[in-house]
Nanobody, 115 residues
Framework: QVQVVESGGGLVQPGGSLRLSCVAS????????AGWYRQAPGKQRELVAT???????NYGDSVKGRYTISGDNAKNTVYLQMNSLKPEDTAVYFC?????????WGQGTQVTVSS
């Protein structure tokens, strides 16, 4: 079993930055992929970014060039640096830890971009 906890959300003005963290604990495998997804009210959950244990990254089109995903394998932690935030980035951001065919989700952290 894997537990996933996100942190770092909050209220930020347009153009600002936030850094989200995702910590996984429990039975962690070295063969894994971690990702960030987001869900705005009334919308489907969408991919934000993913990173493999080896450091290969993938981004959703709406965040390319503004967001950066990174990981610290020793700490089982994944980060999401979000820059140049826009009001349309407002959503609940979820971390997903995938290993051995199982997906483990955190409870999410709210990000609100508003002036």
């Amino acid at each position: 079993q894997v537990q996933v906890v996100e942190s770092g959300g909050g209220l930020v003005q347009p153009g600002g930055s936030l850094r989200l963290s995702c910590v996984a604990s429990g039975s962690i495998s070295s063969i894994n992929t971690a990702g960030w997804y987001r869900q705005a009210p009334g919308k489907q959950r969408e991919l934000v970014a993913t990173i493999t244990y080896g450091g290969i990254t993938n981004y959703g089109d709406s965040v390319k060039g503004r967001y950066t995903i990174s990981g610290d394998n020793a700490k089982n932690t994944v980060y999401l640096q979000m820059n140049s935030l826009k009001p349309e980035d407002t959503a609940v951001y979820f971390c997903c830890w995938s290993q051995w065919g199982e997906n483990y989700w955190g409870q999410g952290t709210q990000v609100t971009v508003s002036s």
